[in-house]
Each structure stands twice: as C-alpha cells, then as structure tokens.
C-alpha cells in the first residue's frame, strides 16, 4: 500500500488536557458532553437524552492524559517528522473554537485534491 498523505491535527497539549478532564459521560446511554467545550448538559451533570447523572471516566484526569501525551509524543512524533521529509504531511492546525465538524471539513478537503 502507498501512502499519498497522511493528516494530522495540531492541538495544543493544554488544550487536549482541558477539553478531556471536562468531559463527561452518560454512563447509560452513552451521550458525551463537554463542561466547557461544545456540547454541555442542559442541566449541570444531567444526561439530556435519558435523564442518568453523568460521570467523569477514571481516566480523564490530568496526570494521565500527561501521560499518554508522553507516550505520543515518543511512538507519534517521529512518523510526523517522517512524512514531513516525504512531503505527505498534512498538518491543520486546532484550537479552543475549531469544531469536530470543522476539522472533519478541512481534512475531506485536503482528500479531495
């Protein structure tokens, strides 16, 4: 298989830490909400579709999600400089009011050309 492009989206590590120790979770219907970012409970840590207390997973706290940016940042990383030499590298560029739906849209733009 060859590879044409390869995307990656640049988020700034803080930011990636906020959005994700704000989120929340249903733990029965499974909907996701953001305290801070997009969508957020119409009612504070109430599930708008089924009415369950939302939850914050185990894993969504700050020195774990540190963690796994380490663990990017020594597996991900070099295959990023790597496709930047090749001149494959797409890179868009994400921040606090770029949506999931705006980053879905520029990266099917780049698949178009």
Do not use: F, W
């Amino acid at each position: 298989m060859t590879v044409h492009a390869v995307i990656n989206i640049d988020v700034p590590y803080e930011l990636i830490i906020d959005r994700m120790v704000n989120r929340r979770i249903c733990p029965n219907c499974k909907s996701i909400y953001n305290l801070k970012y997009g969508k957020k409970p119409q009612i504070e840590n109430i599930c708008d579709e089924c009415g369950t207390n939302l939850i914050q997973r185990t894993d969504d706290n700050e020195k774990t999600i540190r963690d796994r940016l380490v663990t990017y940042e020594i597996n991900t990383k070099p295959l990023i400089e790597y496709y930047k030499e090749q001149e494959k590298l797409i890179n868009i560029i994400s921040d606090e009011k770029t949506s999931i739906d705006e980053l879905v849209k520029q990266a099917k733009e780049y698949t178009k050309k």
